[in-house]
């Protein structure tokens, strides 16, 4: 079945260090979210990306999407303790821009101070 | 109301008992999705409403599972003769398309827990 795989699981970095997450479709994806769950909390958008090799900012935030539009990835530069949660791609298989999210298994994101 | 709402928060249950689980979605939001979530695990697809009518029913694990939606807007998630695996946080989500993007925003979600 479609699947979209993430990794890693865990991240543990010191505040000011930069971290990735990457993301990984089994099927080409019509568009690719990412969202930050904090711990207790529920998940929140952070962007979305659509086009082929799309790449868009938000301050240290980085997003990639591949040219095949079956990978993604996010970097985080200098990170702060701001930054702990857990981060979920989710990608929308074939061409639709509503219905189904495929949502990876997340990367949690530990920052010590 | 600003976000959206689910009710309850919590719920503990004996199993072999039925529950029902409520999503209010923002005003105006046209999909709402409900996704279950197991402890430090990803989100896992129920169901997805267009309108009142749900064009993708695939994630429903059982036919334990039910959801239907009225009036286009509050849906209910039923769960008959709950399991202990059922038990995991439930969330509902709704969106709107804007210029062909779609963004979904969480409730807080329902904590349910089987005994």
């Known amino acids: 079945g479609q699947q979209v795989m993430q990794i890693p699981q865990y991240q543990h970095v010191q505040e000011g260090e930069d971290f990735t997450t990457y993301c990984n479709s089994s099927?080409?994806?019509?568009?690719i979210q990412w969202y930050k769950q904090r711990p207790g909390g529920h998940p929140v958008f952070l962007i979305q990306?659509?086009?082929?090799?799309e790449v868009k900012k938000q301050k240290r935030l980085t997003f990639q999407f591949g040219e095949a539009k079956k990978n993604s990835s996010l970097h985080i530069t200098a990170t702060q303790t701001t930054d702990v949660g857990t981060y979920f791609c989710a990608g929308r298989p074939g061409s639709s821009n509503t219905g189904k999210l495929i949502f990876g298994q997340g990367t949690t994101l530990q920052v010590k101070p | 109301g600003a976000g959206v709402s689910q009710s309850p928060s919590n719920k503990v249950t004996e199993k072999g008992k039925d529950v029902e689980l409520r999503c209010d979605p923002i005003?105006?939001?046209?999909?709402l999705y409900w996704y279950r979530q197991s402890l430090g695990q990803g989100l896992e697809f129920l169901i997805y409403?267009?309108?009142?009518?749900?064009?993708?029913k695939s994630g429903l694990p059982s036919d334990r599972f039910s959801a239907e939606r009225t009036g286009g807007s509050v849906s209910t998630l039923t769960i008959q003769r709950t399991q202990q695996e059922d038990s995991a946080v439930y969330l509902c989500a709704s969106s709107l398309l804007n210029q062909g993007l779609e963004t979904q925003y969480f409730g807080p979600g329902t904590r349910l827990l089987v005994l």
């Open positions: 990306l659509v086009k082929s090799g």
């Open positions: 005003s105006g939001h046209t999909a």
């Open positions: 099927t080409t994806l019509s568009n």
């Open positions: 409403f267009q309108g009142n009518s749900a064009p993708d």
